[in-house]
T-cell receptor, first 113, second 114 residues
Framework: AQSVTQPDIHITVSEGASLELRCNYS??????LFWYVQSPGQGLQLLLK??????LVQGIKGFEAEFKRSQSSFNLRKPSVHWSDAAEYFC???????????FGKGTTLSVSS | GAGVSQSPSNKVTEKGKDVELRCDPI?????LYWYRQSLGQGLEFLIY????????KSGLPSDRFSAERTGGSVSTLTIQRTQQEDSAVYLC????????????FGNGTRLTVT
């Protein structure tokens, strides 16, 4: 069965520092991968997605993610974090039937000044 | 345009009572999903609708949970004989046509069972 692992439950980064959030997936074929962000009191918002093609995908708010098949990873990165990036981040993979996204348990990002 | 709307935003109920949670998807979106978000557990898939039919209801945790969708639009998630472990945020999402279309989430209904 498909699954998503986000190894880091909580990460703290200084404002202006770079960020990398890890995501590993388990899937037999080429996966459809997503990153969502949930800010306090707000709904989940799509940051970016990967379906095929270029393995480095750009998203909103200055985020990018790189698909690495050999490592079964889809890590999210941002070169310079802003205080407003503090939120919970979820990685997800589309299940094989194409009927649902399977989410990881999320990584909470705190930004220190 | 309007996003996914869920009501109520908060619901407190006594153990053993039935509850209904409502979701109004984005107009024109044929796919609708229900998820449950518990503290520290991420998002747990419950059910997927394509139009009015539910080709995947594999995530419903027990027969106390049911959902329906009418007119290819509004959906209702019903939990019968609620238990304390049902306390969670219930999220609804819609997408244009399912498959790999991006999901648009509502703000959820926070259910507390006392």
């Amino acid at each position: 069965a498909q699954s998503v692992t986000q190894p880091d439950i909580h990460i703290t980064v200084s404002e202006g520092a770079s960020l990398e959030l890890r995501c590993n997936y388990s899937y037999g074929a080429t996966p459809y991968l997503f990153w969502y962000v949930q800010s306090p009191g707000q709904g989940l918002q799509l940051l970016l997605k990967y379906f095929s093609g270029d393995t480095l995908v750009q998203g909103i708010k200055g985020f990018e993610a790189e698909f690495k098949r050999s490592q079964s990873s889809f890590n999210l990165r941002k070169p310079s974090v802003h205080w407003s990036d503090a939120a919970e981040y979820f990685c997800a993979v589309l299940n094989q039937a194409g009927t649902a996204l399977i989410f990881g348990k999320g990584t909470t990002l705190s930004v220190s000044s | 345009g309007a996003g996914v709307s869920q009501s109520p935003s908060n619901k407190v109920t006594e153990k053993g009572k039935d509850v209904e949670l409502r979701c109004d998807p984005i107009s024109g979106h044929t796919a609708l999903y229900w998820y449950r978000q518990s503290l520290g557990q991420g998002l747990e898939f419950l059910i997927y609708f394509q139009g009015n039919s539910a080709p995947d209801k594999s995530g419903l945790p027990s027969d106390r949970f049911s959902a329906e969708r009418t007119g290819g639009s509004v959906s209702t998630l019903t939990i019968q004989r609620t238990q304390q472990e049902d306390s969670a945020v219930y999220l609804c999402a819609s997408s244009l046509q399912g498959d790999n279309s991006p999901l648009h989430f509502g703000n959820g209904t926070r259910l507390t069972v006392t």
